[in-house]
């Protein structure tokens, strides 16, 4: 029996994952447990939380794995500011220091890490380095269904790669081809990020959700669309790119972009975080979208070319772009595709600590179903009724204790047919950006005014920003044109024509908020204005309380569709316990929470009221 704890650390995104005879046993990302978001330090929270699941020690481990290599990383360093001299020199000099001090020395950091888990022999520790994309491919191919398919990782950049297509079949898994820094989509589409006023390696979301605001007629659109393909990149036929270093900054300076350089390409000015969304920013960043679109459908037709595989596995933090994945599985390139839940670096330590069981301790790999193992990425903890019975002692919660499932179907789904919203907290938490109806709130997609409620009086942030529907399985296709299954809410569909209201001629040319609350569709809060969305498809195999929940919901209302967002506030990683559930429903117009079986109802709550008494100011992301 081999037990690997697979670690990601000191970049963004800490997780730690646990694998033991290649069943992933458990997988956390560190800011659930610290409540900073993106956290960047060594996973303490998260190691712990996985030996304990998993019920080993240290010592009983059979190898710890980081998952990139900091040496080539730091080799790249050195290679980048020699290849630009003398630009970036106070870059260098501020980031030498660092480098010296904390990733030469990876190792002591791990070891001492580790020290605080608890005691353990360091000379019997296996400690392991995986290349970055190596650890983004294995993430997606070994709990894949697949027995052969290829392998497409798209991120910002690990040591020097940026992009890397590669072959998985059987146990074995290689890379044949890969992109190199400072050429890279993801650093691309950060650069847009920020310029058009959100945070690097967090608001890449918020750009892809702004994007169907731009106009696609827009001739404005079109000439930021050659712009960027004339100026800034060059896409070759196999989807790799060059991108013109003239216009960024990354590479050597402390910004992403030249921004002088940027307002007169494009001549409108970088937009300032929280500025107002005017229709350029908007019809920019449709066009880096569609820019994206394309060079994933090209990369995609080449790792097809080179692996023969009717199937496709995406990991890398690109690989969250909903909107590209969806045009990649409606274009057929493959049969089928299948994204890690967890894309981006924290999904990095699960893919190590798999690389190491089936490379270097050379594991046969055995798919059973036809279902993935991901296990629907509910990998995090549980927490049981005596915790949650606590957790309202100490916050003098009111409650109602449901010893029925369904009769608690039957009341949540009757409060959200009124138009509540409701905080819904069942089982383990979800592994990867997305709630997936254990750490979600809900609400009714029919209610018109419901995305502009949870926005702004729930989430309290920008009210552009779009909702996604948690539909039954069976039911998908009726609402939405998907083909196969969307379980990670990580593709992007059409609503299908029937479930549509008609539009204005004039829609285009109305403000921003006029077409976001303008009568769409007959599910609103979900739609988007290109009418697409972001689709979860709920499985009674995978997570059976969330799908009896919907069922309940269809049999009051005839729909069995949900709003489905993740159970945090704005810049608040997804909750974790129940006491981090109840403090976010008390600070937010939430009408009602679920913990396992109890019900608590907000105006029976003591001081139901006083919203700031449980309020904490999370930095802005």
């Not at 896409?235 to 590479?251: C, E, K, T």
């Not at 996604?468 to 024509?497: Q, T, W």
């Not at 269809?554 to 949900?562: E, N, P, Q």
Request: hydrophobic letters at 40%; charged letters at 20%; a neutral charge.
């Amino acid at each position: 029996m081999k037990k690997i704890l697979g670690i990601s650390a000191f970049y963004h995104d800490s997780a730690a994952a646990l694998v033991v005879d290649g069943k992933i046993i458990a997988a956390a990302q560190e800011e659930r447990f610290t409540r900073i978001k993106h956290s960047s330090q060594f996973p303490l929270q998260s190691i712990c939380y996985c030996l304990e699941e998993g019920g080993v020690t240290i010592d009983e481990l059979d190898a710890v794995v980081f998952y990139d290599k900091p040496l080539l990383k730091f080799e790249r360093l050195l290679q980048t500011y020699y290849a630009f001299a003398p630009k970036g020199l106070l870059s260098f000099l501020k980031a030498i220091p660092v480098w010296l001090d904390e990733k030469l020395f990876m190792k002591k950091k791990i070891y001492d890490g580790l020290s605080q888990v608890g005691t353990y022999q360091k000379k019997k520790l296996r400690l392991l380095f995986t290349p970055h994309h190596l650890s983004h491919a294995a993430s997606a191919y070994y709990p894949s269904p697949y027995q052969k398919a290829a392998v497409l990782t798209i991120d910002g950049v690990g040591e020097w790669c940026t992009a890397s297509i590669g072959i998985g079949e059987g146990s074995s898994l290689s890379l044949i081809r890969s992109m190199h820094f400072p050429h890279s989509v993801g650093l691309l589409y950060s650069a847009f990020t920020y310029y058009l006023g959100f945070t690097v390696n967090s608001g890449e979301y918020k750009l892809m959700g702004l994007a169907p605001y731009g106009n696609p007629q827009s001739a404005e659109t079109v000439q930021f669309k050659e712009l960027i393909e004339n100026e800034l990149i060059h896409i070759y036929p196999d989807g790799s790119i060059w991108l013109n270093q003239y216009y960024f900054q990354y590479a050597t300076g402390l910004r992403m972009v030249h921004k002088r350089r940027w307002e007169k390409l494009f001549r409108i000015k970088r937009r300032e975080p929280e500025a107002e969304l005017l229709p350029a920013y908007c019809n920019l960043a449709l066009a880096i979208q569609q820019v994206t679109e394309e060079i994933v459908l090209k990369m995609a037709a080449e790792a097809k070319r080179l692996t023969g595989a009717s199937f496709c596995c995406l990991a890398g933090g690109v690989a969250l772009n909903c909107v590209a994945n969806g045009k990649l599985q409606r274009a057929g390139i493959f049969d089928d595709i299948f994204i890690q839940p967890a894309a981006g670096d924290a999904g990095g330590a699960l893919g190590a600590a798999l690389t190491i069981y089936y490379q270097y301790f050379a594991q046969q790999r055995i798919i059973g179903d036809e279902s993935d193992q991901q296990e629907g990425s509910y990998l995090g903890p549980f927490y049981s009724d005596k915790e949650v019975v606590l957790a309202a002692k100490r916050a003098k919660g009111v409650y109602e204790h449901y010893v029925s499932d369904q009769a608690l179907y039957d009341q949540v789904s009757g409060l959200l047919a009124k138009g509540k919203v409701v905080g819904w907290f069942q089982g383990r938490m979800e592994f990867g950006p997305r709630a997936l109806g254990n750490r979600s709130i809900l609400g009714d997609p029919r209610d018109p005014d419901m995305q502009k409620k949870l926005n702004l009086k729930i989430k309290h942030r920008e009210g552009f920003r779009p909702f996604a529907p948690a539909v039954l399985a069976e039911d998908a296709n009726h609402f939405f044109e998907l083909e196969g299954e969307s379980p990670y809410m990580l593709i992007v569909a059409s609503l299908r024509e029937a479930h549509r209201k008609s539009l204005p001629a004039d829609f285009q040319q109305l403000s921003l908020w006029e077409r976001l609350y303008f009568p769409r569709s007959e599910l609103q809060a979900i739609t988007h204005l290109d009418f697409s969305a972001r689709v979860q498809t709920v499985h009674a195999s995978t997570n059976p309380k969330f799908y009896h929940l919907l069922q309940s919901f269809k049999s009051k209302t005839g729909v069995g569709v949900l709003v489905n967002t993740s159970f945090n506030v704005r810049g608040e990683p997804i909750v974790c316990t129940p006491a981090d559930a109840y403090r976010c429903f008390m600070s937010t117009d939430m009408d009602a929470l679920v913990l396992n079986n109890f019900l608590f109802i907000k105006e029976e709550q003591p001081d139901f009221a006083n919203k700031e008494k449980w309020m904490i100011n999370f930095e802005k992301d």
